[in-house]
């Protein structure tokens, strides 16, 4: 299990901060750029594509850098909930003690006609994956649960929600997909049938 933000308390790692600065100080052109600076800053930027997809063994092209958590939950989120609209399914679980960056956006969900579940959060911090389970209906499109709480720093059984979301995409009787978002500053974890 990798806990990339510490809940936003602890200072960069070392590493991390000897890795950046050379990007920072020389190779800080535009990476879509065509003069040399920018295509500097494209080989480091797929480099570092490439360390991370092999890190969180994933595809390199699966890997998406924003400019932040709340950019990285609303792109989850919003292009999950499309998917599940095009197919029907309009139902979304989450817990009620998201991010906002989580909540504001299921609002707006809301008000675009989906049905949202809030989970209530148990006296250890957490939600279960039984409650997930008993959450979950045909016209369910989205599990989205953070895997870290941001404030009170509590981690979520998401492993075990994973398995209940696969359980569940596989007794659908229609095509379904899964995956999983990590971004390393906000780590919400995120599951689609
Ligand atoms: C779960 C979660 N989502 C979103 C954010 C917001 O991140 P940002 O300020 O980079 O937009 C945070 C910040 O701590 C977070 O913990």
Not at 110 to 124: D, I, R, S, Y
Not at 179 to 184: G, V
């Amino acid at each position: 299990m990798i806990y990339a933000d510490n809940a936003a308390t602890t200072k960069m790692s070392p590493v991390a901060l000897a890795a950046m600065l050379p990007a920072l100080e020389d190779n800080y052109g535009n990476p879509s750029s065509l003069h040399s600076v920018g295509q500097h800053a494209a080989e480091l930027l797929q480099s570092a594509r490439e360390t991370m997809a092999r890190c969180l063994n994933c595809k390199p092209r699966e890997i998406l850098f924003t400019s932040g958590g709340s950019e990285a939950d609303n792109q989850a989120l919003l292009s999950a909930a499309e998917l599940g609209r095009l197919k029907g399914k309009k139902h979304i679980i989450s817990t009620a003690f998201e991010h906002h960056a989580i909540l504001h956006s299921l609002k707006r969900l809301e008000k675009q006609g989906f049905e949202v579940t809030l989970l209530p959060v148990g006296p250890t911090g957490t939600v279960t994956a039984q409650q997930v389970k008993e959450a979950i209906r045909p016209d369910t499109c989205l599990v989205t649960v953070m895997y870290a709480n941001n404030e009170i720093g509590s981690i979520l059984p998401i492993e075990e929600i994973g398995a209940v979301c696969r359980g569940a995409c596989c007794s659908t009787p229609t095509p379904c997909r899964q995956w999983d978002t990590c971004p390393l500053t906000s780590r919400p974890s995120t599951s689609i049938c």
